[in-house]
C-alpha cells in the first residue's frame, strides 16, 4: 500500500519523537534503584559476583545496586522473575552461560531462555574442579576411577544444578572413564560442597570460586580441572585434558542478562557500566584471586556473545544426546 506524503511526515515525526524518547530514557538511566537477579543462592560464585559488580555499579550510577537471589528451577525461578518486573533496564540476571546454552537442552521448561533473554557483557570466565570429599581412598583421577568402579551403583556426584555443566561433566566422565556415578542436583554451590564435605556424596564439579578456600583449608579434595590450562590459583591440579580426557575440557562462563525489548540505549548504557568495571584492576585482581579470569580485550560484543551462546547452544545439544541424556 502506496503511503500519501503526509503519511510519511507523520510516520518520520513519530519515529523521530521515538528516537528522541529512547535517547532521553538512556541520558536519564538510572534514575531509580537497579535490581540484579542471581539464579542461585547466596553464598555461592555468582551470588559473590554479583554483590561485587553491584558494588561498582552502584558507584556509577550513583543509584543503589540491590542483589536479590532466586534459585531453583533450573533458573527458570530467575527467569521468570526477570520477565515478570518491567522490561526497562532496571532489573537484570547474572547468570551462567549455561543457562542459554544447556539447560534448554535438559529440561522441558515453560519458557526458552534462548528467546527471553540477551546477553550484555561477558563477566567472567572460568574451567570447573573435579572435587572429593576427603572421605574417599583417593588422591589423583586414577584412583577416583579405581575407587568408583571397585564400589559399583553406590558412588554419587553433586552439581549445582541439574542440566548445567556441573551435572553433564559428570555423565560425560561416566561415559569416558566406564563409571557409573549418580547424579544428584543442587540449588547452588553451597549446599552441594556441604554435602560433599560432610561425606553425603562422594564427588562434583564446581568453580574455583566456592571449590579453592576449602581445598585450601583442607576441607575437601581436588582432583582435576576442566581448564585447557591449569588453574594459575591452584597450578598443581592437572587438567583432565593433560590426563587423557580432552572430552572433559570446558570453560562456562558467566554474563549479565537483560529482556531482549529493554531500549537499545539502556542496553549500551549497562554494557558500558560493565565493561568498564571489569577493566579496573581490583576487579580483574579479584577475579585472579578466586581462579576466574574476565574477558579478554577488546571485550566481546554483545552480537560476538549472541553468536558464541548460539554456538555453544548447538554444541552441547549434540553433547547431551550423544551421552543418551534425556530432558526431564
Avoid at 513519530?14 to 535490581?35: D, E, M, R, Y
Wanted: aromatic fraction near 6%.
Amino acid at each position: 500500500m502506496n503511503m500519501t506524503r503526509r503519511q510519511l511526515q507523520i510516520a518520520a515525526v513519530a519515529c523521530a519523537a521515538a528516537f528522541v524518547a529512547h535517547g532521553a530514557a538512556a541520558q536519564a538511566f538510572p534514575s531509580k534503584p537497579v535490581k540484579i537477579i542471581v539464579g542461585a543462592p547466596p553464598g555461592g560464585t555468582a551470588d559473590m559476583m554479583a554483590r561485587v559488580l553491584g558494588e561498582g555499579l552502584a558507584k556509577d550510577f550513583g543509584q543503589p545496586v540491590v542483589v536479590e537471589n532466586k534459585a531453583g528451577g533450573a533458573g527458570m525461578v530467575a527467569l521468570q522473575e526477570l520477565i515478570k518486573a518491567p522490561h526497562d533496564g532496571y532489573t537484570i540476571l547474572l547468570a551462567i552461560s549455561g543457562f542459554v546454552t544447556e539447560v534448554p537442552h535438559a529440561f522441558k521448561l515453560p519458557l526458552d531462555p534462548t528467546k527471553a533473554v540477551v546477553p550484555l557483557a561477558e563477566l567472567a570466565r572460568t574451567g570447573l574442579f573435579f572435587v572429593g570429599t576427603n572421605g574417599v581412598p583417593a588422591s589423583n583421577l586414577k584412583e577416583v576411577i579405581a575407587h568408583v568402579k571397585a564400589n559399583p551403583g553406590k558412588i554419587s556426584y553433586a552439581s549445582y544444578t541439574a542440566g548445567t555443566v556441573s551435572h553433564t561433566l559428570g555423565l560425560t566422565l561416566n561415559q569416558r572413564a566406564g563409571l557409573d556415578m549418580t547424579h544428584v542436583g543442587y540449588r547452588g554451590s553451597a549446599p552441594g560442597l556441604s554435602d560433599v564435605m560432610a561425606g553425603h556424596v562422594s564427588y562434583m564439579f564446581d568453580a574455583p570460586a566456592t571449590v579453592l578456600p576449602l581445598y585450601k583449608a583442607g576441607k575437601i579434595k581436588v582432583f582435576a580441572t576442566t581448564s585447557p590450562e591449569r588453574n594459575p590459583a591452584a597450578p598443581e591440579i592437572p587438567t583432565f585434558a593433560e590426563l587423557g580426557y580432552k572430552e572433559m575440557t570446558e570453560m562456562p562462563w558467566v554474563a549479565m542478562f537483560s529482556t531482549p525489548d529493554v531500549p537499545a540505549a539502556i542496553q549500551s548504557r549497562l554494557r558500558e557500566a560493565l565493561v568498564k568495571l571489569l577493566a579496573q584492576p581490583a576487579i580483574r585482581d579479584r577475579w585472579t584471586s578466586i581462579g576466574m579470569s574476565v574477558p579478554p580485550a577488546p571485550a566481546p560484543t554483545q552480537q560476538e556473545l549472541i553468536k558464541t551462546l548460539q554456538d555453544e547452544n548447538a554444541r552441547h545439544g549434540r553433547k547431551l544426546a550423544e551421552i543418551g541424556f534425556k530432558p526431564e
